[in-house]
């Protein structure tokens, strides 16, 4: 029997639902009332990695003499960053909108959606008519939306998120950037680059992360020139004519610093887009974190299902909301989804790059792992001397028990590249045989994985043996 699957939201979870329900034959609503491809195609990872380009460019180019080249007087067009930008997103957007609209049993509906039941959708069409659509299976996929601090003064003029941000054509000259997750690191490392004086106020740097990673990333952001503060609050922001100052306590100690300003960054994290949607009256249970659902993103109420930023699981990444999107679409088909959800890289597209998958070392020391170790310097790979990018590394965690893969932290250059490596690995149960067996090309910075895995039985070419000590 055919199924009639809404799902309300199109963006990275949503049409990816909703084009895998369409190739297992069902009949797809699909609701939006924005854009295609939602915040993280318009407002989030694609304009951010445009921007991290411009900044890897302007890093480069601030080093050019390394490279025997003598560049005068360049500098970056504001206007022209901004207009590269939206012809990125605007390809994107239209590749998605002809992709959707390439599969006849997918109907695309511009609206705001409302839930009246489980099998009932009321949609609020842009043209001020209503529609109402009867169906079998309901996804919530209506994502995130920055969220503010407790800070006082977070609605003085100047003080912006980063959908603010993205959208202004001027670099401003001294920037505040007021969190230590993936969102206040990466506009921190990326506008330092494009012209900014950044100073970043973060009470902790990432979340879960390798703790080498959140003690050596403050080191790299000071050497980049940025002012750099961590396990500090912001208490206060103050308006003194054009500029705002921010006062800040540390966390550890009793002491405040203040700095000024022209704009303030508010990355403190986002929260689940479920205003709207009716769900206080059908049943459908949720907090400030997000809509609750069972282990297949099922809510509380049967046959409507929430997946991506908007459930309470708290994976905020676009490829999960896309892997959960795929999974509940072919669990509602009648399929038994074969994707290892439990396996996802993390990325952040700082300078230098940080990605990790599976465990770090301090979560194998919590849950009482017997485990070993590898870290290979990128400083010890030729491919990464060549680019000039030598700094950082890769460490790879394993079972001593049978040599599975547990975990892989990687800080350094395409590090968000190189962690699907690890990735492969983990969600297949690998152990590191499967890794040292296979051949990896030279000269290229795979091999700084490879020689991370060899590490572990000491098989490392080009890592010194440990030395012995003298009796």
Avoid: W
């Amino acid at each position: 029997m055919t199924k009639n699957i809404a799902v309300i939201g199109a963006g990275p979870g949503g049409y990816v639902a909703a084009i895998r329900g369409a190739q297992l034959g069902g009949n797809i609503y699909l609701i939006e009332d924005r854009e295609v491809g939602g915040t993280c195609l318009n407002r989030g990872c694609i304009p951010t990695k445009t921007y991290f380009r411009n900044a890897e460019i302007m890093h480069t180019l601030k080093k050019s003499e390394e490279f025997g080249i003598i560049i005068d007087n360049f500098k970056l067009d504001g206007k022209a960053l901004q207009e590269r930008k939206t012809k990125v997103v605007t390809q994107l957007v239209k590749g998605i909108e002809q992709l959707i609209s390439s599969y006849k049993n997918i109907e695309f509906i511009p609206g705001r959606a409302q839930i009246k039941d489980n099998k009932t959708i009321v949609v609020n069409l842009k043209d001020g008519e209503t529609r109402e659509i009867s169906v079998d299976n309901i996804i919530i996929a209506t994502g995130s939306k920055p969220t503010m601090t407790e800070t006082k003064g977070v609605d003085l003029e100047g003080v912006i998120t980063s959908d603010d941000l993205l959208d202004m054509e001027e670099i401003p000259e001294t920037l505040i950037v007021i969190g230590g997750g993936v969102i206040g690191l990466e506009f921190a490392s990326i506008y330092q680059e494009l012209g900014s004086q950044v100073i970043l106020l973060a009470s902790r740097i990432l979340k879960n992360v390798d703790m080498e990673i959140a003690r050596r990333l403050p080191m790299f952001f000071r050497k980049q020139g940025m002012e750099t503060y961590v396990d500090i609050r912001a208490k206060e922001i103050i308006k003194e004519g054009d500029k705002l100052r921010v006062v800040a306590r540390y966390k550890k100690k009793d002491e405040e610093i203040e700095v000024v300003g022209d704009k303030v960054l508010i990355a403190s994290g986002r929260g689940p887009v479920t205003e709207g949607l009716n769900l206080d009256n059908i049943g459908v249970e949720y907090n400030h974190k997000g809509i609750k659902v069972d282990k297949n993103f099922e809510t509380t109420v049967e046959g409507i299902y929430a997946i991506g930023d908007v459930n309470d699981m708290g994976i905020q990444l676009a490829h999960v909301a896309s892997a959960q999107g795929v999974y509940v679409t072919e669990k509602i088909m009648g399929l038994k989804p074969d994707i290892n959800l439990d396996v996802y890289p993390n990325c952040v597209f700082t300078l230098p790059e940080v990605a990790f998958v599976g465990f770090t070392e301090e979560e194998l020391k919590a849950k009482g792992i017997d485990y070993k170790f590898s870290k290979f310097l990128f400083a010890a790979n030729g491919k990464a001397l060549s680019l000039g990018e030598g700094e950082g590394f890769i460490k790879v965690f394993a079972s001593k028990e049978d040599n599975k893969v547990l975990g892989v932290t990687i800080l350094g250059p395409h590090a968000n590249d190189l962690i699907h490596e690890g990735a492969l690995a983990l969600a297949n149960d690998m152990d590191i045989d499967s890794i040292t067996r296979t051949i990896h090309a030279h000269p290229t910075l795979s091999e700084a994985f490879m020689e991370a895995v060899h590490g572990l039985e000491d098989k490392a070419i080009h890592i010194a043996p440990p030395r012995k000590r003298r009796r």
